[in-house]
Every structure is written in structure tokens, then in C-alpha cells.
């Protein structure tokens, strides 16, 4: 299934879930910084691109675990003003029509340990520099989106379809690890069949990184996918009846 998708191969009438999608899908991100003060060769306030991990919030907030030793993470701290683009054109012979994101926002430290954790099991290897006293993770709240979701299908996005509202989501995050931990450790079977029959996904032990309204992410060795939801789950009991959905339609060929 491509990129914001929805089940019968078009392109959902709802940009906002496209596009939270394809940031959602996403494990690398460029981004954009305004060069700090003081920077040499007269490039104060020039823009600065980088490549850096990416995560999200529940409410699809982008979320970056980055050091004080990079230049991107002192630019944002003078000024948190940032770009991200989010590219999911791979798949595509020709690149230029695939579907990509641009993300303008504000960058700022997050210091709630739980959004930490969604970012390590997003990538299991960071776990080993998240406790250097040099690494924080920063969130962006999105303040505007340009998608090109094809070509010459192009999009400007306002924040709220960038990110979810509260009523969307709180009811499931004290949830969330309830429903993971258990997907994990006894349906390894259903995960493997939305790897290889939805997402046509090579075999591999595939397991769930993460949930949230609009879909959940898995992972096998080096490769991740994302599986976007046909309902916006906005409690546990709901999550739990589209994995339920999911995991028969994927047993019954897909």
C-alpha cells in the first residue's frame, strides 16, 4: 500500500490523514535550521539543512532525539523556527512523482520520558546515547504543511490537519503499552501478516513500535512500515477492534 493510501488504492479525501501518514511512515527526516548568531562567514540567520531520526507523538508531532554538539540543535536554540521534509518517493521510478511533505514549525525540548521512550522504540539503537547529558529530544508543533502528493497534486496544510486534537488521543495513551506489549508478545503471527499480505513487506519477526489514532508502526531488522487505519481509533477498545479488523482481513488474503 502506498503512502497515505487508504484500502482501495486511492488517495484519501482527507489530506490531513495523507499526510500525517507519510510524516508517520517516515524514520529520517531533512531538516532546516536558521544559523545561529555569531556564525562564522557572515551566515547568521542563513538556513542550515540537515539529515536527523524522527519520531512522533501520539498526535503525529514530530519528535528528534539530537545533541548539543550538532549544529542544528544550538541553531534551535537560539531560534526555534525549523523546517522538516519528509520524502517517500523511493518506491518511485521516477522521483519527482511521489508523494513528499514539507513541515514549518517550532522546535522546542520535550522533557516527558514517555515521549522518549516512543522515540527509542522507534529506534531501538538510540537507547545507547539517550541518557549522554549532550542529547535531548526537541518536538515540533507544526505550524504549516506544503504536500505534493503527486504530480501536480499539491496541498497547503493548516496545523490542524498536521496534528490531532487532545480528544483524539488521551483517551488511548495510557493505554498504549497495554495493547503493544501484548500484540508483541502473543499475535507475532497477525504482525507478520500485516507485513507480508497489507504492506507487502519481506518475512522477517516483525513487531509493533508503536499505535496511535491513525494507524501503527512495525518493524523487522532494518525495515520499518507503517499501517495506516481504515477508522480514527481514539481509545484502547477501538485500537484493539482495527488491529482485530486488520489482522482478519490480512488472513483472509488481504
Known sequence: MAVGEQENGAMPADIGFAARTLMRGATLAALATLSRPGMEGGMEGWPSPSL?????DLDASPLLLISRLAEHTRNLEADGRCGLLFDATADHAD????????????AERAGDPMLLERFIARHPSARAYAGFRD??????????????????RIHSLEPDALRLPPADWQDLAPQHDDIVAPMNQDHADALALYATRLLDQPAGDWHLTGIDPDGCDLAAGSFTARLP???????????????ARLAARARNGG
Open 52 to 56: 536527523v531520526l524522527v519520531a512522533f
Open 95 to 106: 522521483r519527482l512523482t511521489g508523494p513528499r511533505l514539507s513541515v514549518q514549525g517550532m
Open 135 to 152: 542529547f535531548a529530544l526537541w518536538r515540533v508543533t507544526a505550524k504549516r504543511g506544503h504536500m505534493v502528493a503527486g504530480f501536480g
Open 229 to 243: 487505519f481504515a477508522t480514527r481509533a481514539c481509545g484502547a477498545d477501538m485500537a484493539r477492534a482495527e488491529l
